[in-house]
């Protein structure tokens, strides 16, 4: 009797035994043939991405574009962040601001280039008056976007995928001005060094103001100085337009054929052994043709071709600084400035004018 005891309780035991256990950190032990409970997914992880896109190089003074690849609603109560980095500066008090945007307008289109392709995307437009953002004297500042809105009850949160720049016009003009200033001090400097007037850069074989050179040198400045104000904005080198290039290329060809015809008016000069001729550069030398032996005459090739620069050279900076990018200009009005150029050329090739 006893041994049939023994025995049963052996078996009992042996049978417990074979049961493997785990020993968790608590000391309890969990049988390894009933699985972990597992908590309800939660429905924030079926929800597809949203994509935060923000153009670069916007202007505080204008109304700022974010798109959020999603289409929401005011209701919502979407906010904005801008995170900026402090490598050098100290954060500012209106960093941790959340922004109410002043319109919503979902079911919009945008085009951004995505890897080097632009791609056509569909969302909510959301734009935000920046105006009262601190710059502290600096052209631009960098920042990472940040939108939140409410959905299902819950907040959702999408971030930009880098960082953007927003430029602050007048601070950009500043710097623009004034490093413009100092590199045409630096040519003054260079000229009086060598004992020469800076306006002689300016002056044409006959000793009077060239319409060509002053049209080049006008156009060096307006331009360099858009594309260093460009570069303050976006700290990117600018994509220049194909029209631009052209009217650059056309100015520079015109200055460059009038120099060449300067140059043989100074050497048929030399042979001839005449006096020395005095410089003497007057505002109205760019409507006069000078013909030796008769006095100046008011030239209409040069009138136009003045009138269509001033004008060219008023619209590109006003427009570019008003959209805070290069200006492209129409190619009507490339072809208005060539037309006029040509004229110029035509006057200044005639042999009576020699």
């Known amino acids: 009797m006893k041994r049939t005891r023994f025995s049963s309780a052996a078996i009992f035991l042996g049978l417990i035994l074979s049961f493997p256990v785990v020993m968790p950190a608590s000391g309890v032990p969990v049988p390894t ?16 991405p949203v994509r935060v896109y923000m153009p670069d190089g916007q ?13 929401i609603h005011a209701g919502q109560n979407p906010r904005l962040r801008l995170l900026r980095s ?6 500012a008090i209106d960093e941790a601001n959340l922004l109410e945007p002043g319109l919503v307008a979902p079911g919009q289109e945008w085009v951004e280039s995505v890897d080097g392709a632009r791609v056509r995307q569909t969302g909510t437009l959301l734009l935000f008056d920046l105006s009262e953002m601190s710059f502290r004297f600096k052209a631009m500042q960098r920042v990472l976007p940040v939108v939140s809105w409410m959905e299902g009850g819950s907040e959702r949160v999408a971030v930009g995928a880098s960082e953007v720049n927003v430029a602050d016009i007048v601070a950009t003009l500043c710097y623009t001005l004034a490093t413009l200033g100092l590199s045409l001090l630096l040519v003054i400097w260079m000229a009086r060094k060598v004992g020469n007037h800076p306006l002689h850069f300016l002056a044409g074989a006959d000793g009077h103001l060239s319409l060509a050179r002053t049209q080049v040198a006008c156009w060096t400045v307006a331009v360099g100085g858009v594309v260093l104000g460009y570069g303050f904005i976006r700290l990117h080198i600018p994509d220049i337009p194909d029209s631009l290039l052209v009217l650059m290329g056309a100015s520079l060809t015109t200055g460059g054929v009038g120099s060449f015809k300067d140059v043989q008016k100074q050497r048929a000069a030399v042979v001839a052994c005449p006096p020395p001729i005095p410089v003497d550069l007057q505002l109205a030398d760019l409507v006069r043709v000078f013909t030796q032996g008769q006095p100046p005459e008011l030239s209409l090739a040069k009138a136009q071709m003045l009138f269509w620069t001033l004008l060219l050279l008023v619209l590109f900076i006003a427009k570019s600084i008003l959209d805070g990018a290069i200006w492209e200009v129409p190619w009507p009005l490339v072809a ?16 009576q004018n020699q």
Request: aromatic letters at 6%.
């Open 86 to 91: 402090h490598a050098v500066t100290r954060k």
């Open 336 to 351: 208005l400035l060539g037309f006029s150029q040509a004229g110029y050329l035509a006057s200044k090739l005639n042999p």
């Open 59 to 71: 202007l505080k003074s204008h109304t700022v574009r974010v798109y959020l690849s999603q289409n």
């Open 33 to 48: 043939s009933v699985p972990a409970a597992s908590g309800p997914r939660s429905a924030d992880d079926n929800r597809p």
